[in-house]
């Protein structure tokens, strides 16, 4: 690897890839270890066109070792080399030896600080989003010329996508792939004699040198559809930063609709809480047992909640990602003169970044708000826990505190304590059973009564159909008003003025209790 920087700690680099290497690399048989893509300058493309009737560009080539990585860095007829390194799918070991790579990386002189984008990938159970690094971005001469200087970027790009999986056995239909890239922009200025007369597109020569670790399949098509549309002539030039933006645009795909199904997994997991309640036609101890929450709801509401948490881990680090991009655009058009087809094209790029860039920074907002859903839907589940727990300490306490009261009121009678500390029960101690046993049956006979009278159910308005209205039916309240019923009163439309049927059944902000109609609404769809 390269050892030209004095900062990078290069030793405990080295350890530490070859602690990872195992998991890391791994050539396979009959797999190239990397492809490459090259498009000639156009002075070399229209004579190799003229001649031989060859394309602007090769794509996907096969490169085998590390000699023809060497053969490919010495040819002066390439504006652009993407390689590609492979791999099968997420967590596995990429398609490439350890030598390999690294002769790649001596060869192209690639900044040390790639490594951390690299040990983002390989063999592991889990994925630890703190792994992933930010946006890196160095200037350096370019070997020993004065005038050629040399940019370099690293950054990571996620992506979300569908796996194919049904969802079943808790399985998430929805996997998060990542990408590395790296790119390295070489430019010289040249040398003009004085009074010299040159296109401004001739003061500098540049050249670029992309890697792309595991890129995505959509970005790759929309890749190879820009070089296809630039040679038939319908764009004028494929620039290094239209490859950073196809990668930018394509990780932002998918994430709206990752947050939708996150969104109605904690939404699912309410609403098992709220409409509880709703066609419950068990036994009239029913608000003990209304709710069901075991510990495979807890597990999933976890992964759910682990998932927005990754989510305000990885959108932060695009929004630095897609930034850095932006700025080294914005400092490119600043530092080199070009002409006014090429400058538009560039700003056009860099206004595209900024949208990209908004876009992200949205997606992290709605981010933090899925992580307070998740938290009230976890909150709401323990207080709904709680909830159960005070019922059935209430139960409990009705059952002991007629006992408790009579025990009370006659324990100076029924138990004394003799001189010689015996103990002498009163021969009307029958009464502690006799009282307190009846107002025991009472209490608990009041306590049933109330409860399966007062039975909440569920029903359809006819004039909203969307609505689900929890009524109270057969209560002993609405048996008794129901005789002395009085038109009900409007609040918003005064105190004198009644209310409309067609507005009971409405959601009011400023509605009021009636037991034999509204207690909960719940809109569906």
């Not at 502690?432 to 909440?456: E, G, Y």
Request: aromatic letters at 10%; one cysteine or more; hydrophobic letters at 40%.
């Amino acid at each position: 690897m390269a050892s030209m920087y004095r900062l990078d700690d290069l030793r405990s680099l080295q350890t530490k890839v070859q602690e990872k290497a195992h998991d890391l690399f791994k050539a396979k048989a009959g797999i190239s270890p990397l492809q490459v893509t090259r498009i000639f300058r156009n002075s070399r493309a229209n004579e190799l066109a003229e001649k031989d009737n060859i394309p602007h560009f090769f794509k996907d080539q096969d490169v085998w070792n590390s000699a023809q990585v060497k053969a490919l860095r010495n040819d002066s007829d390439d504006a652009t080399q993407i390689f590609t390194i492979r791999q099968d799918r997420s967590w596995t070991t990429l398609n490439i030896s350890l030598d390999v790579f690294e002769g790649f990386m001596r060869t192209f002189e690639i900044t040390p600080n790639f490594w951390r984008c690299m040990f983002a990938f390989g063999r592991k159970s889990e994925e630890n989003e703190f792994e992933f690094p930010g946006f890196n971005r160095r200037k350096t001469h370019a070997g020993n010329s004065s005038v050629a200087v040399k940019y370099e970027f690293s950054y990571m790009l996620r992506r979300v996508e569908l796996n194919g999986r049904n969802g079943a056995d808790g399985e998430c239909p929805w996997s998060i792939r990542q990408t590395a890239v790296y790119h390295q922009l070489t430019c010289e200025k040249q040398c003009l004699n004085l009074g010299q007369v040159v296109n401004v597109n001739e003061m500098y020569d540049s050249r670029s040198t992309f890697l792309l670790v595991a890129p995505f399949e959509s970005a790759k098509a929309q890749f190879t559809d820009g070089l296809e549309q630039k040679l038939s002539g319908e764009t004028a030039g494929f620039s290094c930063w239209n490859t950073h933006r196809i990668l930018v645009a394509d990780s932002l795909r998918g994430w709206s609709d990752y947050m939708a199904f996150l969104q109605k997994k904690l939404k699912d997991q309410s609403n098992e809480i709220v409409l509880a309640t709703v066609g419950n036609n068990k036994a009239n101890l029913s608000p003990l047992t209304d709710f069901n929450i075991n510990f495979a709801h807890r597990q999933e509401l976890k992964i759910v909640e682990d998932q927005v948490l990754d989510l305000q881990v990885i959108l932060p680090s695009m929004i630095d990602s897609i930034r850095g991009v932006r700025e080294a655009c914005v400092r490119f058009q600043a530092e080199y003169p070009m002409e006014d087809g090429k400058k538009l094209e560039l700003e056009a790029i860099i206004e595209e970044f900024e949208d990209y860039e908004k876009q992200a920074a949205m997606l992290s907002d709605r981010a933090k708000v899925l992580k307070a859903n998740a938290e009230s839907t976890a909150q709401l589940e323990k207080s709904t826990k709680d909830a159960a727990a005070v019922k059935i300490l209430t139960v409990i306490t009705l059952v002991y505190l007629p006992t408790t009261i009579v025990a009370n009121f006659f324990s100076t009678e029924f138990v004394k304590m003799s001189e010689t500390n015996n103990m002498q029960v009163s021969r009307d101690v029958w009464l502690l059973a006799a009282i307190s046993i009846p107002l025991t049956m009472l209490t608990v006979v009041l306590w049933w009564a109330w409860v399966h009278f007062t039975k909440v159910e569920p029903a359809v308005s006819p004039e909203h159909p969307g609505f689900v209205t929890l009524q109270r039916k057969h209560s002993i309240r609405s048996v008794v008003s129901s005789k002395k019923r009085q038109p009900t009163l409007d609040l918003e439309s005064g105190l004198g003025s009644p209310r409309s049927p067609a507005t009971l059944f409405s959601p009011s902000p400023a509605s009021t209790w009636d037991s034999t109609r509204t207690a909960t609404t719940v809109k569906f769809g």
